[in-house]
């Protein structure tokens, strides 16, 4: 089945910090969703990003399918951004199924 | 507007006991996932259902787990015989369609004593 890494594992920034989260994926993809798991075990869906690039306030999303990677780009950190950042992608197979990387554990500091 | 509904929070179950684990989906969402979390990892899929069909168990364990999304209610997850590594967090999503975005709930914390 699809391999999916998340890189890097974890991260530790300053508030006000900006930060680069990397996905990469052994095969084509069909669907490719980033999601944010906060301290209390909350799932929030970020993006449903594909291909392409996608911002949402501080967050914004890029997805090069042909190089098969996504990058997940926080700016201005805030401390309600720690949490862990999993990336999901559903193989081009048609599998109908997300399969998650082990995430990235990001902590913001005041 | 509802999100995808998860009873109960938390379940302890000695071993042995069953465990039924319910989901309701997002209002007008017909696609429903399960997928379980250990401490420090990540999810792993179980199974996939449309209503009162599954699509995909590929992820499920062949003995004692089963799984439902019947016509009326809500999904139900169903362990018989739990044992300790039953023990995680089970999350609920579903999906407006095949291939849209994936609302999780809040999950239902199993605990097997």
């Known amino acids: 089945g699809i391999q999916v890494e998340q890189s890097p594992p974890d991260l530790i920034l300053q508030e006000g910090a900006n930060s680069t989260l990397r996905c990469n994926f052994s095969?084509?993809?069909?669907?490719l969703q980033w999601f944010h798991q906060n301290p209390w075990g909350q799932l929030i869906n970020l993006f449903y990003?594909?291909?392409g690039t996608k911002q949402n306030g501080r967050l914004s999303a890029t997805t090069v399918a042909t190089e098969r990677y996504s990058l997940l780009y926080i700016s201005s950190s805030q401390t309600t951004d720690s949490g862990v950042y999993f990336c999901?992608?559903?193989?081009?197979?048609?599998?109908?199924?997300?399969?998650f990387g082990k995430g990235t554990k990001l902590t913001v500091n005041p | 507007n509802a999100g995808v509904m998860q009873n109960p929070r938390h379940l302890v179950r000695r071993r042995g006991q069953e465990a039924r684990l319910r989901c309701s989906p997002m209002?007008?969402?017909?696609?429903v996932y399960w997928y379980r979390q250990l401490p420090e990892e990540g999810l792993k899929f179980m199974v996939y259902?449309?209503?009162?069909?599954?699509?995909?168990e590929s992820g499920m364990p062949k003995e004692r787990f089963s799984a439902e999304f019947p016509k009326e209610g809500p999904s139900i997850l169903r362990i018989q015989q739990v044992v300790r590594g039953d023990s995680a967090a089970y999350f609920c999503a579903s999906s407006l369609h095949y291939n849209s975005p994936l609302h999780f709930g809040n999950g239902t914390r199993l605990t097997v004593t």
């Open positions: 999901a992608v559903e193989g081009a197979g048609g599998s109908e199924k997300l399969v």
């Open positions: 209002k007008g969402h017909s696609h």
């Open positions: 095969d084509s993809v069909n669907n």
């Open positions: 990003i594909p291909s």
């Open positions: 259902l449309q209503k009162e069909n599954i699509i995909d």
